[in-house]
T-cell receptor, first 111, second 114 residues
Framework: QKEVEQNSGPLSVPEGAIASLNCTYSDRGSQSFFWYRQYSGKSPELIMSIYSNGDKEDGRFTAQLNKASQYVSLLIRDSQPSDSATYLCAVFLNYGQNFVFGPGTRLSVLP | KAGVTQTPRYLIKTRGQQVTLSCSPI?????VSWYQQTPGQGLQFLFEYFSETQRNKGNFPGRFSGRQFSNSRSEMNVSTLELGDSALYLCASSLEGAGNSPLHFGNGTRLTVT
């Protein structure tokens, strides 16, 4: 089992819809989780971090964490074409004490 | 506040050569991590430096090495380049390199090995 898994996509949603991106991780002791956005040809940029079970909202973005299920998700409300990018889930591994990234989900928002 | 700066942005090298990449972290950040990104493998962790010491290392051959200076700037070296080393090399800094301080990435160095 890979340490961090994501659906590779592409995930296509119409403009204005909610995009839902999912991530699972294997290290039950992990406590810190992050979502990054990476545009084609660019470097990853931090969108959100989440450390506690439940939801965390920031503008159009909501991160959800369920440690019991080892599951993290990112919801993007009112999706815009400018949201089209690859979204990377990152987990700070408790046993390795380093950040591990999932393969990323490519999101395409159709106008 | 200036972001993470990586130089050079692009490099073209020949098989067998060696290369050195440079990274200047965000001011005040003491941890610098290096990642290799390829279309097939995604973001792969190379190593992490904190206070001039390598604190963590990924699963890469010894041809990949790095160091960190007292001002937190870091360099990464790849010796005896292979075609498969062609990738985007990303440097990321964080305050402490712990889980409570996220990574902030530089623009990367795109290395092409011919």
């Amino acid at each position: 089992q890979k340490e961090v898994e994501q659906n590779s996509g592409p995930l296509s949603v119409p403009e204005g819809a909610i995009a839902s991106l999912n991530c699972t991780y294997s290290d039950r002791g992990s406590q810190s989780f992050f979502w990054y956005r990476q545009y084609s040809g660019k470097s990853p940029e931090l969108i959100m971090s989440i450390y506690s079970n439940g939801d965390k909202e920031d503008g159009r973005f909501t991160a959800q964490l369920n440690k019991a299920s080892q599951y993290v998700s990112l919801l993007i409300r009112d999706s815009q074409p400018s949201d089209s990018a690859t979204y990377l889930c990152a987990v700070f591994l408790n046993y390795g004490q380093n950040f591990v990234f999932g393969p990323g989900t490519r999101l395409s928002v159709l106008p | 506040k200036a972001g993470v700066t990586q130089t050079p942005r692009y490099l073209i090298k020949t098989r067998g050569q060696q290369v050195t990449l440079s990274c200047s972290p965000i001011s005040g950040h003491r941890s610098v991590s290096w990642y290799q990104q390829t279309p097939g493998q995604g973001l792969q962790f190379l190593f992490e430096y904190f206070s001039e010491t390598q604190r963590n290392k990924g699963n890469f051959p010894g041809r990949f090495s790095g160091r960190q200076f007292s001002n937190s700037r870091s360099e990464m070296n790849v010796s005896t380049l292979e075609l498969g080393d062609s990738a985007l090399y990303l440097c990321a800094s964080s305050l402490e390199g712990a889980g409570n301080s996220p990574l902030h990435f530089g623009n990367g160095t795109r290395l092409t090995v011919t």
